[in-house]
């Protein structure tokens, strides 16, 4: 399982600012698989990559934080974090991604920028102009360059 949002972060030690759901990636889990969730008692929410702004080589940067006999749980890097949350750029996601801001690895963040900027045509329409929108405040914001 490939977890992000604020649940992610906050299992992660990113931060810890208490969010109401557990944002996990779509990887078509089997009925069984979708039991555990149900264990965690809470709303969960699952994202389908199209209509998210996650990097198609998020997995490459993931950290794992639980690592069972029946599950593994991994956690988005805190750059893909913050790209995801030019999604929807919500208050709240304004506020995380000013913590996540002061101790990721901008270059870092850049090229995860990049990757998904290449391949944006293959999200929803919604979800591209979202990002696009979103990203120009996010680099005005931080006095980033993109190149």
Known sequence: MYTLGGAGALLAGYFTRYTHDIDYMDLKY??????????????????EFSHT????????????????ENLKV????????V???LCSY??????????????????ELLE?????????????PKIKEQFLQNLEILIKEYSLILE
């Open 30 to 47: 089997q009925a069984w698989q979708g039991k555990y969730l149900d264990l965690l008692g809470t709303q969960t929410d699952i994202l």
């Open 53 to 68: 702004t996650v990097s198609p080589t998020y997995k490459n940067r993931a950290k794992i934080v639980y690592n069972g």
């Open 83 to 85: 790209v995801s949350k």
């Open 90 to 107: 919500a208050e709240k996601d304004k506020k995380d991604i000013d913590i996540l801001m002061k101790t990721i690895n901008k270059q």
């Open 112 to 124: 995860i920028i990049k990757e998904v900027k290449n391949d944006i045509n293959s999200r929803v």
């Open 74 to 81: 991994y956690v988005l890097s805190k750059e893909d974090i």
